[in-house]
């Protein structure tokens, strides 16, 4: 049995390619740039506001768990938050912290190791503490769902979504057939059942509300990184009730709520 790689083999490899970097062809930290990122990444993942809830959060404290080039961070700062994110990689750290000195934008934006909050944070009251596909690529990401609990308040949040076991896209990767993320060679991508979800809440001091899930990536991957939005044939036959049936029952995202137990 191989052993787990490191939070340094973590850092490394989205340090290279941080999550989204390529969704626009535009200059790069470029206020067009963050624009399209942006209306690309709510375009393939429209599920994203209506999770996050962007607007129920004005003048409450949010932390982020891996804000990475900060396309949930800023909208998060732009509804009136009181925002926090951290994150493992420098290199989409720099791009997250220039985006919010673009658009004039406060927030505090840390370097950190989730594992480790305790590091650079005190124990603090946050009233949501969120993370959109990031705890699956941890080595332990029981660790930050503890740190999370540290850090929430007794009333607070929890919203997080991670890879879903019983799902079109887990049923493609086990037929070697697709990858967990565009690039390859992601070195940790966990995926979870219900039941094994519903357990990593109760051993780490929370109480799941609603576990759903969402998301299935129906685009010709060929003419997607073109910027061109082909279905695929199977599904572009497929009305569009009957496509949105199979994204609640087997989407790649389970999205969790969750409160303090």
Known sequence: MSATPTIETVAEYWNRRPCNLRHSPAEVGSRQYFDEVEERKYFVEPHIPGFAEFEAWRGK???????????????FARAGADYTGVELSVASLELARKRFALFGLSGRLLEANAETLDSVLDAESFDLVYSFGVIHHSPHPDAILRQARRLVRADGQLRVMVYARDSWKDAMIEAGLDQPEAQQGCPIAFTYTDAQARALLEQTGFAAQTITQDHIFPYVIEKYIRYEYELQPWFASMPREMFRALEKRFGWHMLIRARPA
């Open 61 to 75: 404290k949010v932390l982020e768990i891996g804000c990475g080039i900060g396309t949930d961070a800023v909208n």
